[in-house]
């Protein structure tokens, strides 16, 4: 594969590692650098690529010469990832999204920038996936969901027909949407939860059927990031 444009992740932690081995061995991009804010940097070099600081990114790698991709988990419900995306963004740089070969994307669905697909992941007709999202292997996204911006999915999570995920949310590993369902920004939906009803902002879901855990949904949402 003639690997042509060249990229920075941002991040050197678990995540980070996993996107430099799906961009280096299933994409078209070449990772050159690993960019990290100078108080988190514990190392010079990741996989013999230089580790340098995040504030000092652009005076390295032009945004001119190089794109990014920004490698954070869903610390502090996506609020890192998010702040980092929109502080490379304001550096001027452009974003590349990944999706896996082994990926299933029908040919009109809509895919943002700054998005990482894994594996076996299905992406049905009409579905429209903003920036800054994840989705991890095996999920299935069924035709006209829409994701908003900033979420991030955990493995085999299952969204039915005429869904839509609010901002910032994160969907735990196995939970479930049944069709036409609607939840709020900065929803926290449990592992293997089931969600049948409609629901607002801030909320964390578990159980099946789901319901709103809201003395969890007040510790949770006390975020500074």
């Excluded at 991890?136 to 969901?145: A, L, N, V």
């Excluded at 908003?148 to 999570?157: A, E, M, R, Y």
């Amino acid at each position: 594969m003639d690997k042509k444009e060249k990229i920075v992740i941002v991040g050197d932690g678990e995540f980070a590692e996993i996107a430099y081995e799906y961009f280096t061995y299933d994409s078209s991009y070449t990772v050159v650098a690993f960019a990290v804010e100078k108080n988190y940097i514990t190392k010079d070099s990741l996989f013999e690529l230089p580790v340098i600081a995040f504030e000092e990114m652009e005076k390295l790698y032009s945004p001119k010469e190089y794109k990014v991709f920004t490698a954070i988990t869903f610390t502090n419900l996506n609020r890192v990832r998010t702040r980092l995306y929109k502080e490379a963004k304001n550096k001027g740089y452009n974003f590349v999204s990944y999706m896996s070969s082994k990926a299933f994307v029908w040919r009109n669905a809509k895919i943002g920038e700054n998005c990482f697909i894994f594996e076996n992941t299905n992406i049905q007709y009409n579905v429209e996936i903003g920036n800054n999202v994840v989705l991890w292997s095996g999920d299935h996204i069924c035709h006209r969901t829409k994701i908003k911006d900033n979420c991030f999915l955990g493995s085999n999570v299952v969204i039915s027909g005429y869904c839509e995920v609010g901002e910032n949310s994160f969907l735990g590993a196995n939970s479930t949407f049944v069709n036409n369902i609607s939840i709020g920004d900065n929803s926290f939906v449990a592992a293997g939860a089931l969600i049948t009803k409609n629901y607002g902002d801030n909320l964390l879901l578990k159980g099946s059927p789901a319901k709103p855990d809201n003395k969890s949904s007040l510790a949770l949402f006390n975020i500074s990031e």
